[in-house]
């Protein structure tokens, strides 16, 4: 009997593609999919933008049948905004709507959105409330421990949440303050894992960057399964690298410098087709680093990457790439 998210069964032990802006796009949920993927979520979608029909906001809508089950994500701090964001989310039919109580960048949480309301307990409750009893599809939440060292009451929280209906959490392991820095904290996780009033899947997320850290996590704090956020960008491999040390305990090889150029290849094209030829390119940027990551004298190639806004160029470096790193000569430093 795998986990379920209402009546979606999402696998045995779950991974999930955390919600990254500019990141978790459907170019690389395809990718992650492939990969072994139980569950995606988009990038997070202002529900103010929404509203507006901004055009970057509905564009983020986008989902396809072959990512299924996928999640659309929605952040905001009016609850008016928020159901109404709400009803627009399920007009496009995905098989989750998340919660978004978790983003700590400034811009976000000082307007009193994403960990912004962890500063008011009763609001978010309340909100999530209204936005349960908006729609017909699961509500799931996405968040933090709280809003800094003081304030750490994520299991009388998740108790509240799923009191007023929704049907997973996802916890990252840190405080609003504390960022990405230092290390995430999942005690407080396996807490609410072990709470025995919680019946809801509570998914683990921070910090997991190999397959042994995700059975170690796995094992140590009893979580429903695991979101991965950072250590997926420009690796979607880092799923089957998971699965298969959980199904056999053996690690997988990583991927041939070839496999490494296909994928990256794949993305590239994925990106320009969706979002167009500048934007595909910029925004492809940030995953470069890790797809060759590790190959020494890379340098000069990652600047090209980066750099570069012309398709045939980049297209040249990817063959320069294979050229200079042949699969059967390792180019680890």
Known sequence: MGVKIAN??????????????????????????????????????????????????????????????????????????????????????????????????????????????????????????????????????????????????????????????????SIHGRTRRQMYKGEADWSLIADVKNNPRMNIPVFGNGDIDSPQKAVEYKNRYGVDGIMIGRASIGYPWIFREIKHYIATGEILPPPTIEERVKVAREHLDMSVKWKGTHTGIVEMRRHYGNYFKGYSHFKPFRTKLVTSDDLDELQQTFDQILESYSSDEPAFA
């Open 8 to 169: 979606i069964d999402v696998g045995d032990f779950p991974l999930l593609l955390a919600p990254m802006e500019d990141v978790s796009d459907p170019p690389f949920r395809a990718l992650c999919n492939e990969q072994g993927a139980d569950l995606l979520y988009t990038e997070f979608i202002s529900s103010e933008g929404l509203i507006r029909d901004a055009a970057k906001s509905v564009q983020k809508l986008d989902i396809y049948e072959y990512e299924r089950p996928v999640g659309i994500q929605i952040f905001g701090s009016e609850i008016d905004s928020m159901r109404q964001a709400a009803r627009v989310v399920e007009k496009t039919n995905p098989d989750i709507l998340d919660i978004n109580y978790g983003c700590p960048v400034k811009k976000v949480a000082c307007k009193g959105a994403g960990a912004g309301i962890l500063k008011d307990i009763p609001k978010m409750v309340d909100l999530t409330k209204k936005i349960v009893d908006e729609v017909n599809l699961p509500v799931t939440v996405k968040t933090r421990l709280g809003w800094d060292e003081n304030s750490k009451y994520i299991v009388e929280v998740a108790e509240r949440l799923q009191d007023v209906g929704i049907k997973a959490i």
